[in-house]
């Protein structure tokens, strides 16, 4: 007999914001449309750049009801006080819910026991997904997209500018990202500019990687441009390629973990070892107890470590070999952005994943940076997007 839960079917009472109950099958949700609008708009401000207060107070400026008092409305509850009057913590809520891509989430929470009646949070890796078991509000790449977007914090600068590159632009030697930077000597933008965060002024751990913002933004549309134009016309070939590139990248990946793996379970096996020598000379008396105790915590700490390492590896090792490049996704993209004529927050967070920008380099004289884009859901692509008299990927700061 199988627990409840274990079958997919929901365990929570009441459906979260966006669905409600099916009149024909109360254990069945569907999309309540009214509330559906609202989860997609959040969706969209957060791919355009908003965080969850900007979109709580863009939410209340718009007078949209709050979950709260949109459910109280439904149901015919006493309405609150505050209607319109969004947090953080519910636009937080909605983005994190997985639940709006279409799927069950059960076992989210456990009580330790019957008297410690407070919830807990269950653990990821214990808790029960079942895929496709409501309509999707949300699609699943876009949430994904919207996961990997919040990780980047976007904080404004002093004088209060953003940029809509900010949190996608690392650098290509140390990994860290580009600061964005403002001048305020200047009436126009035209030197606002990325920097390496390690860079200091010659004291910190990394070369200046330098590029203005206007010039970023025009080699960024014109790969954009070029990319999107070579998949209208080359459509299948884009697809094959796109495919055989991430069959390699993901063997490459694949057997550097798994050499990474077996150098874990190499080490585990020799602290076996080493412990139980520990443990022998201690009996025998040719260590102390106190250092004994000592050597073995040490040990004990590091075995710990390696078996985390170890379960990770593992589990990403299991998930890599499941994956392939989702090049629909990004056809799809490719085919709602074939006509792009400039850049927004939304269109660059949704077509691309990350910008690397390279040290300069001197070439006839003149100073020239190396500009690799990464896609989202395809990675780097690796076709000729230039006219052969023009270098791919460089360009030359002003």
Not at 101 to 114: H, R
Not at 177 to 187: A, F, M, R
Not at 204 to 211: K, V
Request: net charge positive.
């Amino acid at each position: 007999m199988k627990i409840r839960g274990e079958a997919g079917e929901h365990i929570a009472s009441n459906p979260p914001y966006g669905y409600v109950k099916d009149p024909q099958n109360k254990k069945k949700w569907i999309v309540d449309e009214e509330a559906a609008k609202v989860v997609r708009r959040i969706f969209d401000l957060c791919i355009a750049g908003k965080g969850p207060m900007q979109i709580a107070k863009i939410l209340t400026a718009s007078k949209v009801l709050t979950v709260t008092a949109y459910n109280a409305k439904q149901k015919g509850w006493a309405m609150p006080d505050n209607l319109y009057q969004w947090c953080s913590k519910s636009v937080t809520t909605i983005l994190e819910r997985t639940e709006c891509t279409g799927c069950t989430v059960n076992f989210k929470t456990y009580t330790k026991s019957l008297k410690f009646k407070k919830r807990m949070v269950n653990p990821k890796e214990k808790q029960r997904i079942f895929e496709d078991t409501q309509p999707a509000i949300i699609e699943r790449g876009q949430r994904e997209r919207v996961q990997e977007l919040r990780t980047n914090k976007r904080r404004p600068t002093k004088t209060g500018k953003t940029s809509i590159f900010s949190g996608l632009v690392y650098c290509a030697d140390c990994g860290a990202k580009l600061y964005y930077c403002t001048c305020n000597t200047y009436k126009d933008d035209s030197q606002n500019h990325f920097v390496c965060s390690n860079y200091k002024s010659n004291t910190g751990s990394c070369q200046i990687h330098y590029i203005r913002e206007v010039t970023l933004y025009k080699r960024v549309l014109e790969c954009i441009q070029g990319t999107l134009s070579y998949v209208q016309l080359f459509r299948d070939d884009f697809t094959q390629e796109m495919l055989a590139q991430d069959e390699a990248s993901r063997k490459a990946e694949l057997t550097q973990k798994r050499k990474a793996l077996s150098g874990a379970q190499k080490r585990m096996e020799d602290l076996d070892k080493i412990i139980q020598r520990l443990y022998e000379d201690s009996v025998l008396g040719k260590l102390s107890d106190l250092r004994f105790q000592k050597l073995s915590a040490q040990y004990e700490t590091e075995q710990a470590e390696i078996q985390r390492l170890a379960s990770s590896l593992e589990q990403e090792i299991e998930n890599e070999t499941e994956q392939i490049a989702d090049v629909g996704r990004f056809l799809q993209l490719a085919d709602r952005y074939s006509d792009l004529q400039e850049l927004d927050a939304s269109t660059v967070n949704e077509l691309i994943d990350r910008i690397v920008i390279h040290s300069p380099e001197r070439i006839g004289g003149r100073k020239h940076v190396t500009i690799e884009i990464y896609f989202t859901y395809v990675g780097k692509i690796r076709i000729p997007l230039y006219k052969p008299d023009i270098p791919a990927g460089t360009e030359k700061p002003a």
